[in-house]
């Protein structure tokens, strides 16, 4: 694996979050669920611009190859209440770039992230539905670039290799977190969507030799099906972006899809409990759209003896708790 550390680390990353982000142990939610494995959470909602979350590690590293490029202008895409887009025009501002963004219609009047977006500095371009969005960015691109303008194209989430590099980083930081740990857990868990925080956790996990820990990707949205085959592509492609090959990272992927309901960004009552019992037992706020979700997921199966006592479980805390504002109203 040496080559390929070598070569992750040789790609250039910006400094943008606030890292490490802590790890805090939940032992009154363990209470409350009638005891069970040691739980701890790792608090990626504090990592930095645009209210923190995921999406700071991944656009470290896109980011940083946008301005290695020249680019004057960065467009991606998501719906209003995107956690990503409000991130990424929180980026671009502090980097001075333009910034688009192609967005669909939340399920609230005016969701909280998209004031942010334009509070950034984002120009807002407007298209009816999720399956519009993708042809609409390659198209905005198209005439951008015709325009003389130089484009960094940022895909939901930023869900690539070079972004789910964040991830791998963050695997990095973990690792030297556990050596102060106690109880390094056996079993993390975390929520999946575009799939490339979970691609770039499974290979890290494997690039920092720590393997045997089962990794739980809980959907907020597509099949564990779909899913798999999304994050497998990527992690396909961060295998070559280190200079391996191309199946050297593949293993077989855990993606639970049992919690996502009717669908994206539509609460359960199994994650509106998670979302209260977690507040009232911790002071923790999860996010409705996806945490909650996730948290859903670990609550049943710590209920459910599903996770052996002696098997501590970090739950990586993704951020988004700006959808509460939607929430609440």
């Known amino acids: 694996m040496q080559p390929a550390l070598d070569r992750y680390h ?3 990353r910006l400094d943008l979050g606030f890292y490490p982000t802590p790890i805090e142990e939940m032992p009154r939610l363990r209470a409350a669920l009638g005891g069970g494995p040691r739980l701890w959470i790792k608090r990626d909602d504090y ?5 923190g979350g995921n999406k700071i590690r991944k ?5 940083a190859q946008a301005r290695a490029d020249g680019a004057d202008t960065v467009i991606t895409t998501g719906g209003e209440a995107s956690n990503h887009c409000r991130v990424t025009a929180a980026v ?4 001075g770039l333009r910034c688009i963004l192609i967005m669909n219609p939340a399920r609230s009047p005016r969701p909280a992230s998209l004031y942010l977006d334009e509070l950034y500095g984002a120009e807002i371009r407007r298209v009816t539905t999720r399956g519009e969005r993708a042809q609409a960015l390659e198209m905005l691109a198209e005439e951008l670039r015709r325009q003389g303008r130089k484009v960094c194209v940022i895909p939901l989430g930023a869900s690539m290799p070079l972004g789910s590099l964040g991830y791998v980083q963050a695997v990095e930081e973990l690792h030297a977190q556990l050596q102060k740990l106690g109880d390094p857990p056996r079993r993390i868990y975390h929520s ?3 799939g490339g925080t979970q691609a770039g956790l499974d290979a890290g996990l494997q690039l920092f030799g720590m393997k045997e820990i089962r990794l739980i990707g809980v ?6 099906e779909s899913l798999s085959r999304t994050v497998s592509g990527i992690v396909a492609g961060v295998a070559m972006l280190l200079g391996m090959p191309v199946n050297a990272l593949r293993r077989p992927l855990e993606v639970e899809d049992g919690f996502a309901g009717e669908g994206y960004a539509i609460p359960t009552a199994e994650s509106e409990e998670a979302l209260q019992l977690v507040a009232r037992t911790e002071g923790i706020v999860l996010d409705p759209v996806y945490t909650a979700k996730a948290m859903a997921a670990l609550i049943a199966a710590v209920r459910a003896r599903r996770i052996p006592r002696e098997d501590p479980v970090l739950f990586w ?7 509460l504002f939607e929430h609440a109203g």
């Not at 990592?47 to 209210?51: A, E, L, Q, R, V």
């Open 317 to 323: 805390h993704t951020g988004g708790q700006m959808g």
């Open 47 to 51: 990592s930095g611009p645009g209210f």
């Open 92 to 95: 671009a501002a502090r980097l």
């Open 10 to 12: 040789s790609i250039p």
């Open 59 to 63: 656009l470290e590293y896109v980011f």
């Open 192 to 194: 999946t969507s575009s």
């Open 219 to 224: 959907s907020a949205d597509d099949t564990a």
